[in-house]
Nanobody
Framework: QVQLEESGGGLVQPGGSLRLSCAASGNIASIYTMNWYRQAPGKQRELVAGIDSGDYTNYADFVKGRFTISRDNPKSTMYLQMNSLKPEDTAVYYC?????????????WGQGTQVTVSS
């Protein structure tokens, strides 16, 4: 099992910055990919950014150049540095992790952290 806990959300003005954290615990050694998703009211959950075990990163087009995903060693905490925030970035941000063990894939989600961008 893996437990994920997000933190760092809050209210920020347009153009401001926030840094989200996702602390992973439990069987973290077999995690191979971690992602940030977000879900705005009335919209589907969407992928924001991801990072794999080789530290390869990918980003949604709508955050490229503004957000940076990173992960510390030994992969117990993932971060999302969000700069130049826009009102449309307002959403609940979720941490997601995939674990591979004995030929099976397991998917985990955190509870989410609210990010509100407003003046």
């Amino acid at each position: 099992q893996v437990q994920l806990e997000e933190s760092g959300g809050g209210l920020v003005q347009p153009g401001g910055s926030l840094r989200l954290s996702c602390a992973a615990s439990g069987n973290i050694a077999s995690i191979y990919t971690m992602n940030w998703y977000r879900q705005a009211p009335g919209k589907q959950r969407e992928l924001v950014a991801g990072i794999d075990s080789g530290d390869y990163t990918n980003y949604a087009d709508f955050v490229k150049g503004r957000f940076t995903i990173s992960r510390d060693n030994p992969k117990s905490t993932m971060y999302l540095q969000m700069n130049s925030l826009k009102p449309e970035d307002t959403a609940v941000y979720y941490c997601n992790a995939w674990r591979f063990q004995r030929g099976l894939k397991y998917n985990y989600w955190g509870q989410g952290t609210q990010v509100t961008v407003s003046s």
